[in-house]
């Protein structure tokens, strides 16, 4: 299998996280530029319209894109440790949680770097500097419900780990490195002390 990624790109990130985690070693890593436009070339949309990363080549030659899709593959194909939910009640929630962290922490982390970032411009055009503002603040908003959330449990969906620990921090950390979001400074002392937590897996050091 190839895994189609970018260094540091948040959604291949999520899927490197969760192949480390369950500890899978036989994906070949096949790096994207995306700042040299590779990703918009000819080749890599034959593999993917879209022309995003990650995607997932499987050994029969058929192409899986879209991160939540990879991962729900890979759950299968590695079943433990189990990430995605043991049957369909904690699946459910899982999925839930998972979902709202995707809609509203990652995404609106995403959406405020592609527009108000200039590195990013070259990525994003046109940027509309307002909408990018905007989206960082209801970023925030979810990522106070996010800490309110985590003062009552462990982890983002429960008592345990889970593939929306793993959306949420790499949501947090793109955050972190391009808008210099630090949940302590603004209030957020247990979603601070999650993140902090997370980051001590081994997995968290696993990139794009």
């Not at 540091?8 to 036989?26: L, S, W």
Request: with cysteine.
């Amino acid at each position: 299998m190839k895994l189609y990624s970018s260094t540091r790109a948040p959604n291949p990130r999520r899927v490197a996280m969760f192949i480390a985690e369950k500890g899978i070693d036989n994906i070949e890593q096949v790096q994207v530029d995306l700042g040299a436009g590779q990703h918009r070339g000819a080749d890599y949309l034959a593999k993917n319209p879209f022309g995003r990363v990650p995607a997932l080549e499987l050994d029969d030659g058929r192409i899986l894109c879209e991160t939540r899709a990879i991962c729900s593959w890979l759950e299968g194909h590695a079943p433990e440790p189990n990430l995605m939910g043991d049957g369909y009640d904690e699946r459910a929630f899982i999925e839930m949680a998972d979902r709202r962290i995707e809609l509203h922490l990652f995404s609106g982390a995403a959406n405020s770097i592609r527009h108000t970032h200039p590195g990013l411009a070259a990525l994003e055009q046109p940027q509309f500097p307002d909408f990018g503002a905007v989206q960082a603040q209801r970023m925030r908003e979810t990522a106070q419900w996010l800490d309110r959330t985590l003062a009552a449990q462990p982890f983002v969906a429960g008592q345990r780990f889970t593939i929306a620990d793993i959306t949420a921090f790499c949501a947090l950390e793109f955050a972190r490195g391009l808008m210099r979001f630090r949940p302590g400074q603004e209030g957020m002392a247990h979603l601070q002390a999650w993140r902090d937590r997370i980051a001590e897996r081994p997995s968290a050091a696993a990139l794009g």
